[in-house]
């Protein structure tokens, strides 16, 4: 019987223990913050299951691999013990967008379908209750690293941009192991291209590969190899990215067999994910966005094309990953009225964005959104998208989607 040691016991990594002690292995468990030490563990561990928060630069992967020990993450452990047909949607930004999408689409025509991964629920979790049906699962680049056996029937990889180089090694070592999710697909399979950028296209999978302007037309309808699935009045949401998103749900549903009409019922009365271009409140002829999950440059030019130009009350920043802003600053200068930048990246961004003096530096979200209110006019957007994950000034983008709301109600008497 094989021994397993689960290293990080957040949420996937407690769901893991779960799932293998139920199957009778022998499981040995530890974390670093809690002062655990895995040197004592691996002269008897013959699997390894890493928390997707430890990177390839910790010492305990380093000598696992120097051990010939197996390296895992929860994601693949839990698909060997998975029977039914997994859906993989990745990307640098709109992962969690299209997967709800495409978990709502497909359970509205089919019984015992999963939203699992990235998105919340750890796959683990789905298996405990029910090994079999259809799974649609967020898979972070974090979690494509280390999987090696996993096979989506159908998966899509949406977009990519500079990211997470403070855990992958390397530009190319983050690409390859967004390939590697669809890396074990079949010529049955399906594989949806959310872009035509050459590090989407080029993903190595044998499966049936839908693409934009080829077989896949995404404009005012969005066809199918001629088939309508949806018209851009169907979706409630603003952007273009959310017309992609939609789009790749909707491919992904269609080739399950979810019809073009239930589709579309789908996409009406998706009003959207928290803190993904949501819509706050409307306060003296202003709309107020809050995009908090927005932790790339990539995803703040997808929020800042969704609204009209010189209209914006831009409120960004964050923690310093290294990422180049430089490419927004024409649409900066288009699409803003006024920035106001927080965090550790305020001076580089406002740098970035040509240092005018419609850019102002602030110390604290709570000044931020006490200016965007005063300096908003009629017929403005304040929009509240980072750019930037959320680490130095919060815990994540949900704390800091919180305190954003939070600060707009007290403001707004709402």
């Known amino acids: 019987m094989k021994t397993y040691l689960v290293w990080g016991l957040g949420k996937s990594g407690q769901s893991a223990v779960k799932l293998l002690k139920s199957k009778g292995y022998k499981v040995l468990s530890g974390d670093d913050a809690k002062g655990d030490r895995w040197e004592e563990f691996l002269q008897e561990v013959d699997t390894l299951v890493l928390s997707p928060g430890i990177p390839p630069s910790h010492p305990l992967w380093k000598e696992a691999l120097k051990r010939d020990i197996e390296v895992v993450g929860e994601l693949e452990l839990a698909y060997r013990f998975f029977e039914g047909e997994a859906v993989a949607i990745t990307g640098t930004d709109g992962k969690s967008t299209t997967t709800r999408l495409a978990y709502l689409m497909l359970s509205s025509h089919l019984d015992n379908v999963y939203e699992a991964g990235n998105i919340g629920t750890p796959l683990s979790e789905v298996v405990l209750k029910n090994s079999k049906g259809i799974a649609v699962i967020e898979v972070s680049s974090f979690q494509g690293k280390t999987l090696s056996t996993f096979r989506p029937k159908a998966g899509a990889f949406l977009n990519f941009s500079v990211d997470h180089l403070d ?13 590697n999710i669809f890396s074990r697909q079949q010529e049955e399979d399906l594989f949806v291209a959310g872009s035509t950028q050459k590090e989407v296209l080029s993903t190595p999978t044998p499966a049936k590969k839908v693409i934009p302007g080829v077989n896949l037309t995404i404009g005012e309808e969005v066809l199918f190899e001629g088939e309508k699935l949806f018209s851009r009045e169907d979706i409630p949401l603003r952007g ?17 067999g979810v019809p073009p009409s239930k589709i579309r019922e789908t996409l009406r009365n998706f009003k959207g994910l928290p803190y993904r271009m949501e819509l706050v409140a409307r306060f003296r002829g202003v709309e107020i966005y809050n995009d908090s999950k ?6 703040l030019r997808a929020a800042l ?11 960004a920043g964050g923690k310093n990953k290294g990422a180049d802003f430089s490419p927004l600053r024409e649409l900066f200068e288009r699409k803003v009225k006024t920035a106001l930048l927080i965090g550790e990246t305020k001076n580089f961004i406002k740098t970035a964005f040509g240092g005018g003096s419609n850019i102002k530096t602030l110390d604290s979200l709570e000044e931020a959104v006490s200016l965007a209110l005063k300096y908003a006019q009629p017929g403005d957007f304040i929009l509240f998208s980072p750019g930037c994950s959320s680490f130095d000034m919060f815990s994540n983008y949900i704390d800091r989607g919180e305190a954003f709301n939070k600060l707009i109600r007290e403001r707004c008497k709402l």
């Not at 927005?294 to 995803?299: E, G, R, Y």
């Open 167 to 179: 855990w992958h090694p390397t530009l190319e070592d983050y690409l390859k192991s967004k390939h």
């Open 240 to 256: 273009r990215h959310n017309l992609i998103n939609s789009a790749v749900a909707s491919i992904i549903a269609y080739s399950f």
């Open 294 to 299: 927005s932790t790339t440059p990539n995803s």
């Open 305 to 315: 094309e969704s609204f009209p130009d010189n209209s914006v009350i831009l409120i």
